[in-house]
């Protein structure tokens, strides 16, 4: 067993370039480890400058082959970049998946690229309290772009992928894909549209689809562009990185993008707080008057909402006497 360093010696090996320490870190706050609130404050107090982008869409849009792509083209305008690829179907822990790691593979030795999987463990409300962790340890270590790459299907990932400061939303020809990303909900969250895999029929008609999608809904603000692109030879990469860049200067100037952070801290407060007081109720549940409770539940005396209001209070009770005692 590899004796876990002091996660501060570990921020500070990352920082100038260890990319197993990085690794280990993540590895850390995905495990909720305990020392995981060191890293949080660590990295909150060394902001970088990192755009967040985030890529989502059903799987097998070609997400990972795009990101590839994109990255290249950072790479050439000199910019470091790190990926996150959010895969719930991964069995791997930490480690890539396989066919990222073949699509992400002119990468791999260049220093410039960061690429890291997190996996779910099949746990996703997790997983969406840690993304954001793991993306402010990626801004304050510097990276110029940090490229979240989700798969768009289900209320957390979609969650995850609106955490973006521009969030693109991958579908592919066919009528039913943009439908689908609509009824998925990605149409709320998009700044950006792509098209991918336009080398095969019926791309135009997409592009219209969604173009007619957007004449439907109330834009106040900024109308997300429709870009056409085929990941495999990345044409239309550069248009997209365009649009990534468009985007990213409008959200500054408007505010748009201070606001979107500020409600991006505030929901994660939230987040905090939930899991904090589930994982301290838990902890209750074995406590004898939690039992007793629970007892007066499976006798009838007891609805179990109201006994669950009870023991939220016990929580909180307990807090207020550790805090004056200490
Ligand atoms: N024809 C065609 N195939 C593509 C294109 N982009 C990706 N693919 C293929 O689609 C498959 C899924 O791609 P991948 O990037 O893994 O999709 P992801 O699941 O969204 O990350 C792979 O076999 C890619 O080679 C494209 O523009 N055109
Ligand atoms: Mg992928």
């Not at 990345?234 to 408007?254: R, T, V, W, Y």
């Amino acid at each position: 067993m590899l004796k876990e360093k002091d996660p501060s010696i570990l921020f500070s090996e990352a920082t100038s370039g260890d990319r197993r320490s990085l690794g280990r870190l993540i590895t850390m706050i995905e495990d909720g480890d305990k020392q995981s609130t060191v890293i949080s404050s660590l990295a909150f107090k060394t902001p970088g400058h990192s755009h967040l982008i985030g890529i989502t869409g059903a799987p097998g849009a070609g997400k990972s082959t795009l990101t590839s792509a994109v990255v290249s083209l950072y790479r050439k305008a000199g910019k470091s970049v790190a990926v996150l690829a959010i895969d719930p179907s991964s069995p791997f822990s930490g480690g890539a998946i396989l066919g990222d790691r073949v699509r992400m593979g002119d990468h791999v030795l260049d220093p410039g690229v960061y690429v890291r999987s997190l996996a779910t463990r099949g746990e996703l409300g997790g997983l969406a309290a840690c993304v954001p962790e793991v993306a402010r340890l990626m801004d304050s270590m510097s990276f110029d772009i940090v490229i979240i790459e989700t798969v768009g299907v289900g209320q957390v990932e979609v969650e995850i992928a609106a955490l973006a400061d521009t969030t693109v939303v991958v579908v592919n020809p066919g009528w039913g894909d943009a439908v689908q990303a609509n009824k998925a909900g990605l149409m709320e969250i998009a700044d950006i549209f792509v098209v991918n895999k336009s080398d095969r029929p019926g791309a135009k008609e997409t592009v219209r689809d969604i173009e007619a999608m957007l004449d439907m809904s109330n834009l106040t603000t900024w109308r997300p562009p429709v870009c056409q692109t085929v990941g495999i030879d990345g044409s239309g990469a550069a248009d997209l990185c365009e649009k990534i860049q468009m985007h990213n200067e409008f959200a500054d100037e408007s505010g748009l993008l201070s606001q979107h952070r500020s409600n991006r801290l505030k929901e994660e407060i939230e987040r905090k707080v939930a899991s904090e007081l589930f994982s301290r109720a838990k902890s209750m549940m074995g406590k004898a008057s939690v039992k007793s409770l629970t007892e007066c539940v499976i006798k009838g005396e007891l609805d179990p909402h109201e006994a669950a209001i009870r023991v939220v209070d016990l929580v909180l009770v307990e807090e207020g006497s550790n805090g004056q005692k200490s």
